[in-house]
């Protein structure tokens, strides 16, 4: 079994900083591609940025330059350092992750429990 658990969601202002984290736990034998989405009341989960193994860092348009995605290997942990929020930020957060489990040896994705998001003054 693999677990994915967020944490670092909350109130915040407009304009401040919030960084999100996303460990990862379990049978697990390697990772490929961390990421983060999000979904907002009324709307569909979309992509926010994925960090691949040794390949190139993706952002979604809207958050180019206010957000930032990296990992620890060693941790199996991936972060969202998100600055300069604005209230169409707010939204319920998921981590998601690539992972080959066992053996025998299974790659799927997995989601996290979603840690929610609130920019508003």
């Known amino acids: 079994q693999v677990q994915l658990v967020e944490s670092g969601g909350g109130l915040v202002l407009p304009g401040g900083s919030l960084r999100l984290s996303c460990a990862a736990s379990?049978?697990?034998?390697?990772?490929?591609?961390m990421g983060w989405y999000r979904q907002a009341p009324g709307k569909q989960r979309e992509l926010v940025a994925t960090?691949?193994?040794?390949?190139?860092?993706n952002y979604a348009d809207f958050v180019k330059g206010r957000f930032t995605i990296s990992r620890d290997y060693a941790k199996n942990t991936v972060y969202l350092q998100m600055n300069s929020l604005k209230a169409e930020d707010t939204a319920v957060y998921y981590c998601?992750?690539?992972?080959?489990?066992?053996?025998?040896?299974?790659?799927?994705?997995?989601w996290g429990q979603g840690t929610q998001v609130t920019v508003s003054s």
């Open positions: 998601n992750a690539n992972i080959t489990t066992g053996p025998p040896r299974i790659r799927r994705a997995y």
């Open positions: 960090i691949p193994s040794g390949g190139t860092i």
């Open positions: 379990g049978s697990i034998f390697s990772i490929n591609a």
